[in-house]
Nanobody, 124 residues
Framework: QVQLVESGGGLVQAGGSLRLSCAVS????????MGWFRQAPGKEREFVAA????????YYADSVKGRFTISRDNAKNTVYLQMNSLKPEDTAVYYC?????????????????WGQGTQVTVSS
């Protein structure tokens, strides 16, 4: 059974930074692309960023492009989300997930295993 555990969330002022981590169990981590999603209260879960297994390609939602950076360390079975210039509208629970080899990157159904989420709150 694959397990994903996010960490690094917290409370930060607008303009600040946070780095989220997602530790993934299993020996085939580098074979899978990974993604980050977020869900704000009363809203649907939305795509934030994705990265291929080698780390050679990354994808971002327009709302975070230029502010967030996804990366991975395959030796540590960990994927990261560096979040800079945070805004109050970035407030949400952030989830990491393992991609299902589908042809798209930005839909919930493109991902299989999910972590439990970590809360990010940005104050104005």
């Amino acid at each position: 059974q694959v397990q994903l555990v996010e960490s690094g969330g917290g409370l930060v002022q607008a303009g600040g930074s946070l780095r989220l981590s997602c530790a993934v169990s299993g020996r085939t981590f580098s074979s899978y692309s990974m993604g980050w999603f977020r869900q704000a209260p009363g809203k649907e879960r939305e795509f934030v960023a994705a990265i291929t297994g080698s780390g050679g390609m990354t994808y971002y939602a327009d709302s975070v492009k230029g502010r967030f950076t996804i990366s991975r360390d395959n030796a540590k079975n960990t994927v990261y989300l560096q979040m800079n210039s945070l805004k109050p509208e970035d407030t949400a629970v952030y989830y990491c997930a393992r991609h299902l080899y589908s042809s798209s990157w930005n839909e919930v159904h493109d991902y299989g295993y999910w972590g439990q989420g970590t809360q990010v709150t940005v104050s104005s």
